[in-house]
């Protein structure tokens, strides 16, 4: 190997630029850093010797320990990747060239860590999240005081069969629907309700068609507030998204900046007092 040949001999570092997302990293030696008089040289140099430090540990450690922090390692590097997906659009901007702009929440990112993005590029890319931000965008089934059910509750009427409101595919079980009935039965008699099962029967998801019969059979849009584990949070959005696809919902959780974002763009309609979850 040639030395000299710096283009396939030298270390280069994946950098992650200050002020831009994920997908603008550039591959950079420790030579063109220092030509663009870059700042932060100090987070290079504690890398470097996190590195080394693990080369070391590497020397002297068990099979088990190396096992172990090698699935860390995978565990991270996929939550790494996992950065360069748009979670949502949360907002659109046109620039006065006629061309549009898209404010990008990441997948695994608080909303502080948003990005405003080309449009085209978002659209090349993440098309479905251009739509679903349109639909949110003129979608007229949004929370409204005038909805008939929060003056009147309605008969309870038992769903004998699978909803027809629930997407191909998707089927509850015989005590799912138990569940579902006797949610809908307490809510037309305003009566408060504990639901208790075993772990792992599906609470969660009795729940979430019980909120998406009152949205789909009943017209009433919300707004609803589910206040759940941090630890299950994933898991209540995966769910949201699999079983109720047509509910708006935000997730409002972060630091001080992330929940000033979401209440910016995220709880009403520029103008208006109209809720848009």
């Known amino acids: 190997v040639d030395e000299n040949d710096l283009a396939n001999t030298e270390t280069q570092y994946l950098i992650k630029w200050k002020g831009w997302s994920y ?6 030696s420790e030579t063109t850093l220092r030509e663009q008089k870059v700042k932060g040289m100090k987070k290079l140099d504690n890398f470097v010797k996190k590195e080394q430090d693990i080369d070391y540990w590497r020397r002297y450690a068990g099979p088990e320990d190396i096992d172990y922090f090698e699935c860390q390692l995978e565990l991270q590097n996929d939550l790494l990747k996992s950065y360069n997906n748009v979670d949502r659009i949360i907002a659109r901007n046109e620039k006065p060239d006629g061309m549009s702009e898209y404010l990008c929440k990441w997948q695994s990112l608080p909303y502080a860590e948003a990005t405003w993005e080309d449009g085209s590029l978002v659209q090349r890319k993440w098309q479905r999240c251009v739509e679903q931000y349109e639909e949110r965008e003129i979608s007229k089934c949004t929370p409204s005081r005038h909805c008939k059910v929060l003056k009147y509750r309605p008969k309870f009427y038992k ?4 909803p027809d409101f629930l997407s191909d595919g998707l089927t509850l079980r015989d005590y799912q629907m138990d569940g579902l009935n006797w ?3 307490s ?5 408060s309700v504990i639901l208790a099962d075993e772990m792992g029967l599906g609470k969660t998801i009795q729940t979430i068609c019980f909120l998406y019969s009152l949205f789909k059979v009943h017209h009433l849009y919300g707004p609803y507030l589910c206040v759940v584990p941090l630890s299950t949070m994933t898991a209540w959005q995966r769910e949201f998204d699999l079983w109720a696809p047509d509910m708006n919902v935000v997730t409002y959780l972060g ?11 995220e709880w009403q309609f520029d103008g208006s007092k109209r809720l848009k979850f």
């Open 23 to 28: 997908i603008h990293n550039t591959w950079e």
């Open 187 to 191: 809510w037309c008699k305003e009566n």
């Open 159 to 162: 769903i004998r069969y699978q």
């Open 183 to 185: 949610l809908l039965h």
């Open 255 to 265: 630091d001080v900046k992330s929940r000033e974002m979401i209440r910016q763009y």
